[in-house]
C-alpha cells in the first residue's frame, strides 16, 4: 500500500468522472460486501453524476478480483470493494497475484462489521453451548459453510475452532449468499456468516444466531450473545469494507472520491439502512483508512501464525 505524500499523485482530476465509476466485488452477489457495495453505489451516482456499476468478481478468496484490478487501470474509474482477506490472502496463498501493501492506495473504509454462527431455524441447536457439546460428541461429523477460503468469516470460524479447541470441517462458497441459501434450504447445517448479508433472516425467524463475534453485543442483535461471554473470554473477530483503487491512481481523485462517499455514509437514510443490517458506516479518511490497514496486516499475519491457517 502506498504511503501519502510518497507515490500518489498530484494531478488534477480534471472533471473526473466523465465515464461510468465500476466497484469490482471480491464477493459474489447476495452477500453483506455486495450489499453494502450497492446501498453506497445507488447514491453515489447521483453525486458524482455518472453511474457506478457494481461488478462482482468472486472466487480464489478475493485473489481474481483483487489481481484484476491491480493489473488494470489507474484512472480512477475502476475500484476494488474488498475486505479484511485482503490482508490475509497474502499470507495464506503462495501466489495471490497482488500484493496488498504495493499494488493498492486506501481510499475510503465504508464498514465495520461481526459475524454470526448460524444455523437454520429447525436446527436442534439453540446456543453456542449446545454447538460445542455436539461437536464434542462426534468430533470431525459437523461441517460449516463460509463464504470462500481466506474470507473474513472462514477466518473468524477458524480462530474460534482453535480457541475452543473443536473439530469442524469447513465448507467454502463462492460468496457468502450461496453459502446462505443452502442454509436456507436446509443442506449444511451451519455457518460463519457475515452479519450485513445475515440479518434479513434472522429478522424473518428463517436462521437462527448462536453468537456473534464481536466483543459486546451488537444493536440490531440484542439477545444474541458474543462469543467472548459464551465462555470464550478475549475472543474478538471484525470485519472491515472499503474501497481501494490500483496504486498510482491520482491524489485528487482518491480525495475526491473519498469526500463523496463520506458524504453518502453520512445521509441518515443510508446510515440507517446500513445500520439496520448489521453494519457500522465508518467513512475514514485515505490517511487514516492506509494506518488501519497497516496495523490489519501486522496483526493479521500473527493471526494466521497462531491458528496455522492455509489454503493452498
Known sequence: ??????????????????????????????????????????????????TVIVENRPGAGGNIASEYVARGSNDGYTLLETTTNHNLNAFIYKKPGYDPRKD???????????????????SALRSLKDLVAAVRAAPGKLVYAHGGNGQPT?????????????????????????????????QVPLAMSALPGMSQHLQSGALRALAITSEKRWPILPDVPSIAESGYPGYKHMTWIGLLAPTGTPHDIILRLNKEVAAVLAQPEVRQRIMTIGAEPVGKSPADFETMLKADYEATQKLVAQIALKVD
Not at 468522472?17 to 451516482?45: C, E, M, Q, Y
Request: aromatic share 6%; net charge positive.
Open 1 to 50: 500500500m502506498c504511503t501519502w505524500g510518497q507515490t500518489a499523485h498530484s494531478q488534477t482530476t480534471g472533471g473526473y468522472p466523465t465515464k461510468p465509476v465500476r466497484f469490482v466485488v471480491v464477493t459474489a452477489p447476495g452477500g453483506g460486501l455486495d450489499v453494502v457495495g450497492r446501498i453506497v453505489a445507488d447514491r453515489l451516482s447521483r453525486s458524482l453524476g455518472q
Open 104 to 122: 493498492f492506495i486506501a481510499v475510503v473504509q465504508l464498514t465495520e462489521a461481526p459475524s454470526v454462527v448460524v444455523v437454520n431455524s429447525q
Open 154 to 186: 472462514h477466518v473468524a470460524m477458524e480462530a474460534f475452532k482453535s480457541v475452543a479447541k473443536l473439530d469442524i470441517a469447513p465448507v467454502p462458497y463462492k460468496g457468502g449468499g450461496p453459502a446462505t441459501q443452502d442454509l436456507l434450504a436446509n
